[in-house]
């Protein structure tokens, strides 16, 4: 209960560094932004043009890091930030920005308006303007260690599970093993399939690996919310354990946050290098691909299309690597309308999927989705995030869509070649 | 059928095919980026283009333009369309000498006042009363302002008649200018280069018979179409460049991989002209296909802009005392600023109260 109005703004002053200036600075209100953005395309409210959502962070750098804003302010001409405004600009800071990296990617004098939502996040959070579903998630997270509340006791259940279901053995805190994999917790609690497709993926493929009972779960919600303090404490459970198993890499799951908040951010955020690689599953898997030691047989004759997580493709950079493996299991894959890194979001990334508030919006803007999935009249979505999978299929369901749904090991899995007896 | 003296009629009597007259149609409004609709009226109004008269004078010049517009192995249809203009003066190529010459050019004045197009190539030098350029006794600063009075319009061919070029360089011992300096009344089109394409010639001459005007110029008084964009924009090294892969010398392994040659210096990031489009020699290449950076040969001044092997990022000059002092001035500001914002980002940093699950509420 001590959120207050001085320390969001004293993290404001924090988070500005020279990137956030001279992003401030070079913004020539071009307004293309506007555009790229869902929220704003799908709504039509000039409120949603993502720079506009920055605007309390541009007071603060104007009035306090430039010549005139600092002459106007002694003057007492500057404009203040206050409690209200803030809390006005919080469903723009959060539940209309899924940090999908969109508008970055169409800004022609390159603003990186993403991370600067991701820094403004900070103010927002410690001036206790962040949504209450959202400060929900972060407290199960740190206090019981997933968004989703789910204890150790819940992910061993899952792991004898798919145990059983695959008659394959999970390796469970092994040392020295190759590889550490860790899930998000959408997978744990609703597509627990993936772990036995990995279980079966890498017994095919004579891989090392395991899972720790201690440091499962891959989603960070301090980046989500914005607080870097809690960040660093999520990354730092999965680095001390799998450090201390002495993996050689940490297999990212196909969510696509917690991909970009282990792989990139993490190494910041902790100020050091890690001691392992991460990889992404799309990556490992179109690797062991490449070796020929990941053999599939069959492909499926239903029509597939697939949709991009923004944080693996945009801010990620894998596009080839799921292209690869479909086009192994699949005879009939359709592109869809600005595919790869030009691709829309699903609506509810960036923490959006946990703000109960933000429910309604999120539907209103899934209707771009829907056109593309529409246009290319696929039957199956495949995806690569459990997060955007889950938005999806609540978008499907809203809009009476019988759209199937499949995330891209689960589909490899499928068409593994059985061992030879 | 037009009259027997119109453009139409001279080329077919010439033997240019009507198909071959459309195609010459087609490339010219696809030269001008006009849409494909403009190609019949434009072989509407060429065909019915009586032969305009044209008065081309030559001044402070090494001939090199009018070299460049008549030399082609074949006659084109560009020559052709050249022959179908009436060049009632034009001293390096007419027949006539002496007096009969400048009677002809006096006759032409005369006879189209106001309708004639002046198409003048070379500086003009104004030192000295003019005396180091004169034209049958007369001085060319003196023939130019005669000239220009009754033209429609002036071509300023070359980059010497559209910014002074090479005479015009430092020290300039002539007092060379351009046309533009001179003749404020008129409406000028500069048709840059050293020398300047024989297409972009052609086209512009092309452009006032179709619609009787000049087409749009940029702010150095050029045909947008032509000069709109740069060698750079349309090099087909550029992609190197983007790459960051560039030839350090002219033989080394980037030269020979054809990779960008803008460390030896070449000047096409800041040279507009239509060189790596239309090319050279009846599109055979441009001299950055053959291994050379653009000197920048379409620009003012290209002459005193430095070494044509010094890149273009390095200081052409001595940075002044004035600007030295002024960038240390700078510098110092700066510096304080900087020092003063990082305080209070430094401030706010030590200000920095850990933020915990119990602090993210009210």
């Not at chain 1, 093993?177 to 095919?204: C, H, N, T, V």
């Not at chain 1, 691909?289 to 950079?317: F, M, N």
């Not at chain 1, 459990?386 to 749904?405: F, I, S």
């Not at chain 2, 037009?2 to 198909?19: P, T, Y």
């Amino acid at each position: 209960m001590t959120a207050s109005l001085e320390r969001g703004l004293n993290a404001f002053r924090e988070v500005m560094d020279a990137p956030i200036a001279s992003f401030f600075n070079s913004c020539v209100h071009c307004g293309l932004c506007a555009d790229a953005c869902l929220f704003h395309t799908e709504t039509g409210d000039p409120k949603y043009t993502p720079i506009h959502k920055l605007e309390p962070l541009r007071k603060l750098w104007k009035r306090e890091y430039t010549l005139l804003g600092k002459l106007t302010s002694l003057l007492g001409l500057g404009a203040t930030i206050s409690d209200e405004e803030l809390e006005e600009w919080s469903p723009l800071v959060y539940d209309s920005c899924t940090l999908c990296g969109r508008c970055t990617l169409m800004c022609p004098v390159g603003n990186d308006i993403t991370y600067m939502i991701r820094k403004m996040r900070e103010g927002m959070a410690a001036s206790g303007h962040a949504p209450a579903g959202l400060i929900d998630a972060t407290r199960r997270s740190i206090e019981l260690g997933s968004p989703m509340g789910i204890k150790p006791k819940t992910f061993m259940a899952r792991v004898h599970e798919q145990q059983e279901e695959t008659g394959i053995e999970i390796p469970v805190d092994k040392a020295g093993a190759d590889y550490m994999a860790i899930m998000s917790s959408m997978e744990i609690m609703g597509y627990p399939e993936y772990l036995g497709s990995l279980a079966r993926i890498f017994k095919q493929a004579g891989i090392s690996w395991t899972v720790s009972s201690e440091a499962f779960e891959a989603t960070n919600s301090g980046i989500q919310i914005g607080v870097s303090d809690l960040a660093r404490e999520i990354v730092m459970r999965i680095v001390t354990v799998s450090e201390k198993l002495g993996v050689k890499y940490v297999i990212s799951p196909e969510c696509g946050h917690a991909f970009t908040a282990l792989r990139w951010d993490g190494p910041n955020l902790i100020g050091r290098p890690y001691k392992f690689e991460v990889v992404h599953i799309l990556e490992l898997l179109d690797q062991l691909l490449k070796d020929g030691r990941l053999k599939t047989e069959g492909k499926t004759a239903e029509s597939l299309t697939l949709h991009d997580p923004c944080q693996i493709v945009r801010r990620g950079g894998i596009v080839a690597e799921p292209r690869n493996l479909i086009n192994m299991v699949a005879s009939d894959f359709r592109e869809m309308e600005d595919a790869g890194v030009y691709n829309w979001c699903c609506g509810g990334g960036g923490g959006v999927s946990a703000i109960t508030r933000a429910e309604e919006l999120r539907f209103t803007v899934f209707k771009i989705k829907k056109r593309q999935i529409e246009n290319t009249g696929a039957g199956t979505m495949i995806t690569a995030c459990a997060n955007c999978r889950n938005v999806l299929e609540e978008g499907l369901e809203h809009y009476n869509m019988d759209t199937k749904m499949i995330g891209i090991t689960e589909l490899v899995a499928e068409y593994l070649k059985k061992d030879e007896p | 059928m037009a009259d027997e003296n119109s453009l139409g009629a001279i080329l077919r009597a010439q033997g240019v095919s009507r198909r071959g007259f459309l195609k010459f149609c087609s490339a010219m409004a696809a030269l001008m980026a006009l849409p494909p609709s403009m190609v019949p009226a434009i072989a509407a109004a060429l065909d019915k283009a009586l032969r305009p008269s044209v008065i081309w004078l030559s001044f402070q010049e090494c001939t090199g333009c009018t070299e460049s517009l008549t030399r082609s192995h074949t006659p084109t249809l560009e020559a052709l369309i050249f022959d179908a203009i009436s060049l009632d003066y034009h001293h390096t190529l007419q027949a006539a000498s002496g007096e009969a010459a400048e009677a002809a050019r006096a006759e032409a004045m005369k006879k189209f006042y106001g309708k004639y197009l002046l198409v003048v190539d070379g500086s003009i030098p104004t030192k000295d009363g003019g005396v180091y350029s004169t034209i049958a006794g007369m001085s060319n600063l003196d023939m130019l302002q005669e000239a220009a009075k009754g033209a429609a319009a002036i071509m300023a061919v070359g980059t010497c008649a559209a910014f002074g070029g090479i005479p015009h360089a430092n020290p300039n011992p002539t007092g060379a200018v351009a046309v533009s300096d001179i003749i404020k009344d008129k409406p000028i089109i500069n048709v840059s280069g050293c020398p300047p394409i024989p297409v972009v010639i052609t086209g512009v001459l092309a452009h006032y018979l179709t619609f009787g005007t000049l087409p749009e110029l940029d702010d150095l008084g050029r045909p947008k179409v032509f000069y709109g964009e740069s060698i750079h924009d349309r090099c087909y090294r550029r992609p190197f460049y983007d790459q960051g892969k560039f030839a350090k010398t002219f033989d080394d392994e980037g030269a020979r991989n054809g990779w960008c040659l803008f460390e030896l210096g070449c000047k096409g990031p800041t040279t507009f002209n239509a060189c790596a489009t239309t090319k050279w020699n009846q599109g055979t290449s441009f001299p950055i296909e053959s291994g050379h950076g653009c000197l920048g040969c379409s620009e003012p001044n290209f002459w005193d802009a430095g070494s044509f092997y010094q890149a273009l990022s390095t200081p052409i000059t001595p940075v002044g005392k004035a600007a030295a002092v002024a960038a240390a001035a700078g510098i110092v500001g700066g510096a304080a600023i900087a020092m003063h914002n990082r305080h209070v980002k430094g401030a706010a940093k030590s200000e920095h109260q850990t933020v915990t699950v119990k602090d993210l509420e009210k």
